[in-house]
């Protein structure tokens, strides 16, 4: 019997004005048989896994029998400006309702005639501006459910029907009518109105949401950056002649010019030319990084400098473009465990405070409290309990925090790696590509007696240009000028000789020639790095030291990881006085070296079994299998698709700093996520209890609510300050 993977699908929720909306949307898919999915009330999208059996369009129905809209994300798709209209309506609100306000609380403003000018206010701002609250709440009375908008509609219809009452049937609508304005409820008769309370609850949330849907826009701005970042169009070279074609019609292996200041259209290999490269919206670099021919170059990155003529590697969905905006957006459409906890609370919540307000409105009456106080009470119970804070804690923190990640070449799987990074105690760096740069480097020429070192390094580099061995490529890239050689021969075991000037020239090990005293005495500083001889004639003119260097912020770093409490630990392959010499040189007084690919996984355990537990850098293949292994996987962007795949946090720079960062990051949108739903949880504890004893105005209640929600989105933005170390 054979099972397939499940299938995957984004969908564009629309209808949604709270938490406990996307929760019932949420409820509703997931009771689907095989369905498993997640709803995003900051980013309105539902993430949906879902058996072969199962349609799109059955998810499709299941939302839209739930009240709410559904289709799959269009590209071409227009941004929809919800702010743009909440905007006109709170303005409108606003217009109108000031004036009821102002005339309630200032009885020198109260005309003749002011409680009925006050009722033709209301009205439109209740029913016109007010009007999503109530359509909301009628769809989930329609469903059988209850939501935020529930509170919000019954409170401001009970508000406005009790004036209305009152105003008709009661003294209110007397000619010269006056009463005071009291931050508590009062303890009133039928003469008493309540417009400014149905139009205050209503301008307070309509502004709380305006600033919501700016705040939450905000929050986004990243993500969407990065999905700007690709280029339209692209000038492809075909027979030799430049042709414009709209970025679509670009195919893998096709050539294209890219001339200074353009974006450079998608990833690809120099052929032809020479420039810097400003990659800092795509990795967080300030600096533009220098590229030639052979070298890599990505997709939304600007060239600065020369023309570049390159070759298309990967297009489309393949790019590092797209794969880093699809980690965001699955990053920010996924639940951290505390942000279920306050899922789970809301989906009860409503429920719960309409009982409240219900026990409220029954204790004052029995209480002998007047009819009119006991209604107040139970509407400014309704109006304050509202959980809109509860459900912005964590998904506006998410957005801002991958976003900002996204920004410094930071990228996030999941929410779930947030919490992961608060237990970390110990980080093992794995040394070649990670702490060192993974590539051979010049470090010294020592001629011999009555050498040119220019001429010692120069010609060897002509012998190993012909090689495209490693050791060579280090001479070669120190030399700007390069001669010709003949007569070229590679040995096995022995080295490269050829003829360079008319000298024969020849690159070997040492163990194949006879050093003077001066030279060994002068090699012995470099015992655990590559050293080869140079012959012309067959006599030796010196040695050539190459070796993989450290990076030049491996130091830094290292320091940055043990100031967030971590114990770095260098594992490698290599034999042991390699190993130290780079573990002293970066800071790391903990080495594990010698071990086989295969027993980096058992060195994690073993540490893990220890106690600790582990994060694990790195780059390579043979990474790939410990980075899954570790608590906690952070790869370098720099290394194998198979090491970035297996990790948890995906570091697009080669900068060991940008580790330090992400644990930085990682937890300080833990952290605010926690506060987030701190304030929202204590809010509504203290909330409610105030009003339920009768000791908060209804409109003073929603201008609570609404900051409530405002705040933790305000204070989820304050991690787009956030800033890196390596910058």
Not at 254 to 267: L, M, Q, W
């Amino acid at each position: 019997m054979t099972t397939t993977e499940p299938r995957h699908v984004e969908l564009s929720i629309s209808g949604m004005t709270c938490a406990s909306c996307a929760n019932r949307v949420e409820r509703k898919l997931n009771r689907l048989d095989g369905v498993s999915a997640t709803v995003n009330y900051a980013t309105e999208k539902a993430s949906v896994q879902f058996p072969d059996n199962l349609r799109v369009d059955d998810l499709v129905s299941t939302v839209r029998a739930a009240g709410y809209d559904a289709e799959e994300p269009r590209p071409e798709a227009p941004d929809v400006d919800e702010a743009g209209e909440l905007r006109l309506r709170v303005t409108l609100a606003a217009v109108l309702g000031v004036p009821v306000i102002a005339f309630s609380m200032v009885p020198a403003w109260q005309f003749p005639t002011w409680q009925w000018v006050s009722l033709a206010l209301a009205s439109v701002v209740v029913w016109v501006c007010g009007w999503p609250f109530h359509r909301a709440a009628f769809v989930n009375a329609r469903h059988g459910a209850s939501t935020m908008d529930t509170l919000v509609s019954m409170g401001v219809t009970v508000s406005y029907l009790w004036s209305l009452y009152a105003l008709v049937f009661g003294e209110a609508g007397v000619i010269g009518m006056r009463h005071e304005f009291s931050l508590l409820p009062r303890p009133t008769t039928s003469g008493d109105i309540y417009l400014e309370v149905a139009v205050g609850v209503t301008v307070f949330l309509l502004l709380g949401r305006w600033l919501e849907a700016r705040s939450k826009r905000s929050a986004g701005a990243a993500l969407r950056s990065l999905l700007a970042l690709g280029a339209k169009d692209v000038a492809v070279l075909r027979d030799g002649v430049e042709t414009r074609v709209p970025i679509g019609r670009l195919r893998v292996g096709e050539r294209f010019v890219v001339r200074p200041g353009e974006r450079i259209a998608t990833d690809g290999v120099v052929v032809d030319g020479s420039s810097a490269v400003d990659r800092s919206m795509v990795t967080g670099e300030s600096v533009p990084v220098e590229v030639g021919e052979g070298d890599s170059v990505v997709g939304g990155t600007v060239n600065a400098g020369g023309r570049l003529v390159v070759e298309a590697s990967s297009v489309g969905a393949d790019t590092q473009l797209a794969r880093m905006a699809r980690l965001v957006e699955q990053a920010q459409t996924g639940k951290a465990e505390v942000q279920r906890l306050a899922d789970r609370v809301s989906a009860v919540f409503v429920p719960v405070v309409v009982l409240i307000a219900l026990a409220s409105f029954g204790a004052w009456l029995l209480a002998g409290r007047p009819l009119e106080f006991a209604v107040t009470t139970a509407v400014a119970v309704l109006v304050i309990a509202c959980p809109c804070a509860l459900g912005l804690a964590t998904p506006t923190a998410l957005l801002v925090g991958t976003g900002r990640g996204a920004q410094l070449g930071i990228l996030v799987k999941g929410p779930e790696v947030l919490e992961s990074t608060r237990r970390v105690d110990t980080v093992v760096l794995d040394k070649t590509g990670t702490v060192t740069t993974g590539r051979l480097t010049l470090v010294d020429v020592i001629p011999a007696a009555g050498a040119d070192r220019d001429e010692v390094l120069r010609f060897a580099a002509a012998v190993e240009n012909a090689s495209e061995h490693p050791i060579g490529a280090a001479m070669v890239r120190e030399v700007d000028d390069v001669p010709p050689v003949s007569d070229f021969v590679s040995t096995d075991g022995v080295g490269v000789s050829g003829t360079v000037e008319g000298r024969r020239v020849v690159v070997g090990r040492l163990r194949n020639v006879v050093l003077s005293q001066e030279l060994t005495e002068a090699l012995v500083a470099h015992t655990t790095r590559t050293v080869v001889a140079v012959s012309f004639d067959d006599k030796v003119v010196g040695a050539i030291v190459v070796s993989d260097v450290v990076k030049p912020t491996s130091a830094q770093a290292i320091q940055e990881l043990k100031e967030l409490g971590l114990r770095p630990v260098l594992l490698t392959g290599d034999n042991a006085s390699v190993a130290a010499e780079v573990a002293a040189e970066v800071g790391i007084d903990e080495v594990i070296a010698d071990v086989l690919p295969s027993g980096k996984v058992e060195a994690v355990r073993n540490l893990q079994a220890q106690g600790r537990v582990v994060a694990m850098v790195g780059d390579g293949v043979n990474d790939a299998p410990a980075l899954a292994a570790a608590d906690l996987g952070l790869a370098m962007g720099t290394g194998t698709d198979v090491a970035i795949e297996a990790s948890d946090l995906t570091l697009v720079r080669g900068d060991l700093r940008v580790a330090a960062d992400a644990i930085r990051l990682s937890r300080k949108t833990l952290g605010t996520i926690k506060g987030n739903l701190f304030w929202a949880f204590a809010y509504n504890v203290a909330g409610l209890p105030l009003a339920a004893l009768g000791l908060l105005n209804p409109m003073i209640a929603g201008a609570a609510m609404a900051f409530s929600s405002v705040f933790v989105v305000t204070n989820s933005l304050r991690l787009r300050g956030f800033r890196s170390s390596a910058a």
